[in-house]
């Protein structure tokens, strides 16, 4: 197993194509991924899976489609083939460093396969950010809870009585002694880039599947000071939180949240371009320790993030919109690997297949996507179609009533995009070519065979879900979830 190539995962969480230089983003967002792009297969149309992490992942590390096990089964199920149990079967050192993202835990099951998993989610979480200036004080929490049902049984006045009482919460935090690193939520790519390479300088010799997953571009967006001196920016903590805090308001609409976006989404690409030096870092460790040559890299993300381009923010699984589905992958190594743009529609299905077709690996029976490794793109190929899907209303996986709400199905091509709602039986199909920006659906009565194609394709896929299920994998990751459960009622009691 010495000459078996080595294969390193690199997942950023929230990272959106059209924020990545070498897919034509005008900042610079990405300058070490865009001179390794040079060197590498990137495809230009990758779509995730599903929509948050939760819906994403079982794709990348799996190879299926998030629901195929059932609408209430989230993440990995027990003794499911992945990358890491397939590769650690054939002698791979397995490892991962996760950057604190609660849903790629041992509760759904990420850690089967590695030998070493550390998902930092014991890192205390500083606090700084919680704004709120009653916290801890009963009686001053009570009085602003009846001002603030007063004012709003007055029309406008509770609208103002918002403003001031958020503006207060700022005052109140004040703006000494914080900064970027104190207010950050999640570990920095830093921190895992660390980890990582003490881990790679304990392995003997043999081949390693190691999996990065960054969260320097989730919210709250704290970026690291550097990234957004080196992209010009002269935002400072302070601005950051009050920025963060405004961003998150419930009680605003979109048109007074439009204010800030351009200040939000410069603190978002900050993030990216902290882990994109972070990237270059590792792969510079890789080369200094004779790795690099025989190792296989791929960088993709497990969805994108929405700046208002629809109404929202974030990234909620209701909405299977293009800034939330369309994520960079590119694929690189020091040897095997061939320049080339891949445009057509690949999805993150079909990664695992393709990364083990390129470390010479067969894939797992289980595998539900194909490799797109090979470089011809033949006419099947180029109409391939990506399936995304979610629980629309799913917003907390740890509550298992919220996984058993209906499903929004996306069937995505090259050129359109058929979204169908479950919940409100509405479908929509956008001519992705002449409305990239997915404002305009299309009337019912336009693009029939289009529209009859897409649907064949849908309803093939929920058949074949349901035949491909494997119920004792499914009763097995029901079981794992009641013990959960049971272990955390118990807990509760206790204490």
């Known amino acids: 197993m010495s000459t078996a190539q080595s294969l390193v995962l690199i997942t950023v969480d929230c990272m959106r194509a059209d924020h990545a230089g070498f897919l034509g983003y005008d900042r610079d967002t990405t300058p070490f991924l865009d ?252 080369q200094r320790r004779g790795l690099w040559e025989n190792c296989t890299l791929a960088v993709t993300a497990d969805h994108g993030e929405e700046f208002l381009e629809h109404g929202g923010r974030y990234h909620s699984p209701s909405k299977l919109t293009e800034e939330l589905i369309h994520v960079p992958l590119l694929i690189s190594g020091g040897k095997g690997i061939e320049t080339a743009v891949r445009k057509e529609p690949v999805s993150l299905v079909d990664l695992a297949p393709t990364l083990f077709d390129a470390i010479g690996v067969p894939s797992p029976d289980t595998f539900r996507g194909r490799s797109f490794w090979t470089s011809p793109v033949d006419a099947d190929r180029s109409s391939h179609a990506a399936i995304v899907e979610s629980v629309g209303t799913c917003t907390n996986p740890f509550d298992s009533l919220q996984r058993l709400g209906t499903r929004v199905l996306a069937i995505r091509e090259a050129d359109c995009k058929l979204v169908i709602d479950f919940a409100s039986s509405q479908e929509n199909l956008f001519d992705l070519k002449n409305d990239p920006g997915e404002l305009h659906p299309l009337r019912l009565e336009v693009e029939k065979p289009v529209r009859r194609h897409m649907l064949k394709r849908a309803s093939e896929h929920l058949a074949q879900s349901v035949e491909s299920r494997n119920p004792a994998r499914r009763l097995d990751a029901q079981l794992r979830d009641l013990r959960l459960e049971w272990s955390d009622s118990v807990a509760s009691i206790s204490s």
Not at 134 to 160: D, F, Q, V
Not at 182 to 201: G, H, I, K, Q
Not at 240 to 261: E, K, Q, V
Request: proline share 6%; with cysteine; net charge negative.
């Open 35 to 286: 001179s390794l792009a040079a060197t590498s297969i990137v495809f230009s149309n990758t779509i995730v899976a599903g929509v948050p992490t939760y819906y994403s992942l079982p794709a990348i590390m799996a190879s299926r489609h998030p629901l195929t096990l059932g609408r209430d089964v989230i993440g990995i199920a027990p003794e499911e083939p992945t990358i890491a149990s397939t590769l650690g079967q054939l002698g791979y050192a397995t490892g991962a460093f996760l950057a604190a993202n609660p849903y790629l835990s041992p509760r759904f099951g990420y850690n089967a396969g590695f030998d070493t998993f550390r998902d930092f989610l014991d890192t205390e979480i500083d606090g700084s950010s919680n704004l709120s200036p009653s916290n801890g004080h009963p009686l001053r929490s009570r009085l602003n809870e009846y001002l603030a049902k007063t004012c709003h049984n007055l029309g406008p006045i509770g609208s103002i009585y918002d403003d001031l009482y958020f503006e207060y919460c700022q005052r109140a935090a004040g703006s000494a002694n914080i900064s970027f690193d104190s207010l950050r939520r999640f570990p920095a790519a830093d921190v895992l880039v660390d980890e990582a390479t003490r881990w790679l300088d304990g392995l003997s010799g043999s081949p390693f599947f190691l999996w990065l997953h960054f969260m320097d571009p989730h919210s709250p967006y704290y970026p690291q000071q550097e990234s957004l001196q080196s992209a010009g920016s002269t935002l400072d903590p302070s601005r950051a939180r009050y920025l963060n805090s405004y961003w998150n308001r419930g009680d605003i609409g979109s048109n007074r949240l439009t204010r800030h976006r351009e200040d939000i989404v410069s603190l978002y690409d900050a993030g990216i371009r902290s882990v994109d030096a972070k990237i270059g870092r590792f792969v510079d460790e890789l």
